[in-house]
C-alpha cells in the first residue's frame, strides 16, 4: 500500500474564493472520511462516506463545503466563498474492514491558509 | 454529544521515566477507544486500540486499558525514550468496530530528554 496521499500539501488563498482538495484512499478501502484540524486541537470529523455514498455529515460542514466520491475511489472536498476561520490542516482518512475492525489511515493533510 | 477529555500539555520527561497520559471520555453506547500518535512533520498513526470494557491495548510498548466504570483510557509506558517524542490523542468512535468517525481529544504534547 502506497498510503492515503493528498493533494495539495499547501494551499494559500484570499477570502471569497473558491478551494478544492483531493485524497486518494489506498486501494480498496471502501471508507472515506474528512476531518479538519486547527491548531492546538485535535482532528474534528466533517464527513464520511462509504464508496461513494456519503453517510454523515458534520454540522461543521457548512452549506459552502461539499464533498463528493464519484466513483468510489478519490473523494475532493470543495470550499466556497472561504473565510479565515476556514485556515486549518484537512485531513484525509480510508478504511476498510478486517476482521471486524476498521483501521482509519491517515494522510498527511492539506494545510489551507485563508487571507 | 460524545467527547474526549485528556491532559494538557506539554509533558516532558527524561528518558527511562515513566510516563502516564490522563483520557476520560463520555459516551452513550459501548464505544471503541483509541490512542493515535503523530511524530514531527508525520500524519496521525494508530497507536493501540481497545473495543470493550476491560479491553487492554498495546503496541511498542504503550498500553491503555479500558475502563469502563470509570469511562477513561489513560496511555502509560514505562521508560521513554527519545524517540517517543510526538503529540498524542486519544478518541473514540461510536461503533464497535470503529467504523464510524472518530470523536478526538486536543492532543498531548510528549517532549522526551536525553
Known amino acids: 500500500d502506497t498510503g492515503v496521499s493528498q493533494d495539495p500539501r499547501h494551499k494559500i488563498t484570499k477570502r471569497g474564493q473558491n478551494v478544492t482538495f483531493r485524497c486518494d484512499p489506498i486501494?480498496?478501502?471502501?471508507?472515506l472520511y474528512w476531518y479538519r484540524q486547527t491548531l492546538g486541537q485535535g482532528p474534528e470529523f466533517l464527513t464520511y462516506?462509504?464508496?461513494?455514498?456519503?453517510?454523515?455529515k458534520s454540522r461543521l460542514l457548512s452549506d459552502r463545503f461539499s464533498a463528493e466520491r464519484p466513483k468510489g475511489s478519490f473523494s475532493t472536498l470543495e470550499i466556497q466563498r472561504t473565510e479565515q476561520g476556514d485556515s486549518a490542516m484537512y485531513l484525509c482518512?480510508?478504511?476498510?474492514?478486517?476482521?471486524?475492525?476498521?483501521?482509519?489511515?491517515f494522510g498527511p493533510g492539506t494545510r489551507l491558509t485563508v487571507t | 454529544g460524545d467527547s474526549v477529555t485528556q491532559m494538557e500539555g506539554p509533558v516532558t520527561l527524561s528518558e527511562e521515566a515513566f510516563l502516564t497520559i490522563n483520557c476520560t471520555y463520555t459516551?452513550?453506547?459501548?464505544?471503541?477507544l483509541f490512542w493515535y500518535v503523530q511524530y514531527p512533520g508525520e500524519g496521525l498513526q494508530l497507536l493501540l486500540k481497545?473495543?470493550?470494557?476491560?479491553d487492554k491495548g498495546s503496541n511498542k510498548g504503550f498500553e491503555a486499558t479500558y475502563r469502563k466504570e470509570t469511562t477513561s483510557f489513560h496511555l502509560e509506558k514505562g521508560s521513554v525514550q527519545v524517540s517517543d517524542s510526538a503529540v498524542y490523542f486519544c478518541a473514540l468512535s461510536d461503533s464497535t468496530g470503529g467504523g464510524n468517525k472518530l470523536t478526538f481529544g486536543t492532543g498531548t504534547q510528549l517532549k522526551v530528554e536525553l
Open positions: 481497545a473495543t470493550k470494557a476491560d
Open positions: 482518512a480510508s478504511s476498510k474492514v478486517a476482521g471486524g475492525f476498521y483501521e482509519q489511515y
Open positions: 459516551a452513550t453506547g459501548y464505544p471503541s
Open positions: 486501494s480498496e478501502h471502501n471508507r
Open positions: 462516506f462509504q464508496n461513494e455514498a456519503q453517510l454523515e
